[in-house]
């Protein structure tokens, strides 16, 4: 890393949420930043890196509540820290914002956010959830700033006493990493390849469509949209999900 720039590590639990934040780096390398990526290894993390060029980190890290691989992960992470000295840290996703975030604040990183995309405690009940509560209060007690992705997530975590409203922003009307609307634009290729997707899954072209991207978790809502789902089917029965 550049010795005479900014560093900046940003940090997710998985490889696969690498995602979440592409352009974000380029973007800062671009201004005169010095930044780097850290996950659990992956080839989502090596082909980030490669594409954007910035250097990239893996560190094995549990979605999961893991204690023993969960301690030998803090400590590869503030090993990590100590060596590479960012000026900012950002993690997000619950783990990386937890074991990030709290090496970030035990070396003393000069800037800390933790970035807010989502609360898994809420889906969860006893133990896990209790867990899942001080981990979550920990993540935002370690960064001087935490980013929610959206209005109600912000609330949503200061009702729960996870953080201070004082600490939490909310950029813009709220998004994790922005939307390039041009990828939605209805060109005649597009249009063409919706209408032989309508005709192979047997749906006319009047119909409505509702879409759902995601795991099949009930963490990400599944029970919720089924039940929107039947409530829409009551007036609009020819709606399809």
Partial sequence: MNPNSVRVLHAVTDSISTMLMRGQLAYLKSHGFDPALLSSPGKDLDETGSREGYPVFGIAMKREIAAIADLRSFFWIWRLLRRIKPVVCNASTPKAGFLVGLAAWITRVPCRIYTLRGLRLETATGMRRIILTITERLACFSAHRVI???????????????VSREKTIVLGAGSSNGVNVRRFQPTPEKLAVAAALRENLGIRPEQPVIGFAGRFTRDKGIPELVAAFHSIRTQLPDTVL
């Fill in 148 to 162: 929610c992705v959206s209005g109600s997530l912000r609330e949503r975590a200061v009702n729960l006493g996870l």
